[in-house]
């Protein structure tokens, strides 16, 4: 059975990521070898565990290489592959960058990315998005990036865009009402920060495909988290932190797939069982400080 988990290679294309004990989770070292060893581990997990959908980026290091090398005719043939452009990695492969990704939705980034993914992926993605579009981008009212993405979805590939920050749903609304040629979103969801779900829910409803990222809030909604109110919860209830989290994803009716951005073999398990446990509504937070908090996490 396929399931409605993807994986993610957000943390595991590149030594240094956001999430909580990032550095605790990876091979010492970090050398291009180990992560190449690590992420084809996580996928073959992934794959027997019937992981149909994974999502990389430009900007996650060799995220889409690693992807690229272990996709067989056969797992191309029946995988649903997203990636991302728009950012681009600066890091050198270092955890101590002073800047490990720089943004530009400009159509010269695009022309220059999408070859790139091609050639790292060994063909085209299903998906193609512009990776973390806000309300203060060019790119939605850029008329020759639309008409070159417009394009891009006329060979087939679906177009879209991800969201950050704490306007996600304007973000959103202001693209679904450009009528193309976006037909999907990834979008961070979760239960500390769910303010874009009613427009996901509308996104849903206009027929595009919805992705969920971020459902365990970089590790926050984990037990790396320690004595949380979240993780306080999900002890009194008997079950795993992650799998409440993603649990709670997965039971949005306008969510197609929910990403795990496990690391390690024991938490792409738990992420992969997923358990609903109720609205979870006493942990929201505004938007506002959700997004200040992720703000301030550190690449590790």
């Known amino acids: 059975m396929t399931s409605r988990i993807g994986l993610g290679l957000a943390a595991l294309g590149r030594p240094g990521y956001i999430n909580l004990g990032h550095d605790q989770d990876l091979p010492p070292g970090c050398e291009v070898e180990d992560l190449r060893r690590r992420t084809h581990e996580l996928l073959d997990q992934?794959?027997?565990?019937?992981?149909?959908?994974?999502?990389?980026a430009r900007s996650y290091g060799l995220a889409e290489t690693f992807l690229g090398e272990w996709l067989?005719?056969?797992?191309?043939s029946q995988a649903t592959i997203g990636s991302k452009w728009g950012y681009t990695y600066v890091a050198d492969w270092r955890r101590d960058a002073a800047m490990h990704e720089v943004k530009d939705h400009t159509l010269a980034t695009f022309e220059r990315q999408w070859p790139e993914t091609l050639r790292a992926l060994g063909g085209p993605p299903?998906?193609?998005?512009?990776?973390?579009?806000?309300?203060?981008?060019?790119?939605?009212?850029?008329?020759?990036?639309?008409?070159?993405?417009?394009?891009?979805a006329g060979i087939g590939v679906r177009v879209g865009l991800s969201t950050s920050g704490p306007h996600q749903a304007q973000t959103l609304r202001a693209a679904l009402?450009?009528?193309?040629?976006?037909?999907?979103?990834?979008?961070?969801?979760?239960?500390?920060?769910?303010?874009?779900?009613?427009?996901?829910?509308?996104a849903h409803d206009a027929g595009w495909f919805v992705v969920v990222k971020e459902a365990v809030a970089n590790g926050r909604l984990t037990s790396k988290a320690d004595e949380t109110p979240f993780v306080e919860f999900a002890k009194q209830h008997g079950v795993a932190p992650d799998a409440?989290?993603?649990?709670?994803?997965?039971?949005?009716?306008w969510?197609?797939?929910?990403?795990?951005?496990?690391?390690?073999?024991?938490?792409?398990?738990?992420?992969?069982?997923?358990?609903?446990?109720?609205?979870l509504t006493?942990?929201?937070?505004?938007?506002?400080?959700?997004?200040?908090?992720?703000?301030?996490?550190?690449?590790?």
């Open 46 to 56: 992934a794959w027997r565990a019937g992981v149909r959908y994974y999502d990389a």
């Open 126 to 152: 299903d998906f193609y998005l512009v990776h973390s579009l806000t309300t203060d981008s060019p790119a939605l009212s850029d008329k020759k990036l639309l008409d070159r993405l417009g394009e891009l």
């Open 244 to 253: 409440a989290a993603i649990g709670a994803a997965v039971a949005q009716p």
């Open 177 to 202: 009402a450009l009528g193309g040629p976006f037909s999907s979103v990834q979008a961070t969801w979760n239960v500390l920060e769910p303010s874009v779900g009613r427009a996901l829910a509308e």
């Open 72 to 76: 067989t005719p056969e797992r191309r």
């Open 255 to 279: 969510a197609d797939i929910v990403l795990s951005g496990a690391t390690t073999a024991k938490q792409l398990e738990s992420n992969l069982k997923p358990v609903a446990v109720g609205p």
């Open 282 to 300: 006493e942990f929201v937070q505004e938007p506002s400080e959700y997004w200040s908090e992720r703000s301030a996490l550190p690449w590790i």
